[in-house]
């Protein structure tokens, strides 16, 4: 696989790593890269997979150019895959309802979806430069579902209503302290100590760990694809918004936003 696509994979000894290979935009995610890494979760044949990224981001989010600055509707094929989902965004139905065990290895900003993306991983690992942030609520949106029904189970719904409502970005010793992430390792010790772990995971009987993660999807989750049909209904009506057109403007044109309520 060229070291040039926007996603790369690689498997060894039973462990998937997953890499999101746009540094030049902080990993930020096109219509393509969403497809990709909904393919690579749902063809992947691993016992466990590690997400990471390369440069100093881990992902900034949506990108802001292709997706929250145009009016053009998504690509007919993207339109399909959440049809197929109930809504859900397709990569994200894909990770939540996916068997794998997931571990995020997060090497720097993790906002937006790119905190979506964290939250869907049953561990997170952040390294020293991570940071963290629901930032919906400053581009006139809700966030998607694993913010709704995660955040909140690893953090106390008071602590997920500050970030969620305020759109507050918190360091890596931050998000260790309230729950957010398992641990935090220097930098350098970031995939190591993910790969580490991945391979203690892989050792163990497969069957029984996809059925130890199907198990806590069954008892401590919401119906995914409900949550995630809702949400996207709230999105679709919000970037309609002149709040949300407002907040897309001021971020391209690196302004303060001044929002009307409507």
């Avoid at 790119?114 to 949106?141: C, H, P, T, W, Y």
Wanted: glycine share 8%; with cysteine; charged share 25%.
């Amino acid at each position: 696989m060229s070291d040039t696509q926007p996603l790369l994979y690689e498997e060894a000894d039973h462990v998937g790593v997953i890499t999101l290979n746009r540094p030049e935009a902080m990993n930020s995610l096109t219509y393509q890269l969403y497809a990709d890494l909904e393919d690579t979760v749902r063809n992947s044949k691993a016992r466990v997979l590690v997400i990471t990224a390369t440069g100093r981001a881990f992902c900034a989010g949506d990108d802001v150019k292709q997706i929250l600055g145009s009016s053009a509707p998504a690509p007919k094929e993207f339109r399909e895959r959440s049809k197929a989902t109930g809504g859900l965004t397709p990569a994200a139905d894909a990770l939540l309802y996916t068997d794998i065990p997931v571990i995020a290895a997060v090497n720097g900003p993790a906002v937006g979806w790119g905190m979506e993306l964290a939250l869907m991983a049953d561990i997170r690992i952040a390294s020293q430069n991570a940071k963290f942030g629901e930032l919906f609520v400053i581009r006139g949106l809700c966030c998607d579902a694993p913010g709704l029904g995660r955040l909140a189970a690893l953090v106390g719904r008071e602590r997920a209503a500050e970030m969620l409502f305020t759109g507050e970005v918190i360091d890596a010793a931050a998000a260790e302290r309230i729950g957010l992430v398992s641990r935090c390792v220097p930098h350098e010790q970031l995939l190591p100590e993910a790969m580490a772990l991945a391979a203690k995971i892989a050792k163990n009987p497969p069957l029984a760990v996809q059925a130890l993660k199907a198990g806590l999807r069954r008892t401590v989750e919401p119906d995914w694809r409900d949550t995630g049909k809702w949400a996207i209904e709230q999105i679709t009506y919000l970037r309609g918004t002149e709040d949300s057109k407002e907040g897309v403007a001021a971020f391209l044109e690196k302004r303060e936003p001044v929002y009307q309520g409507r």
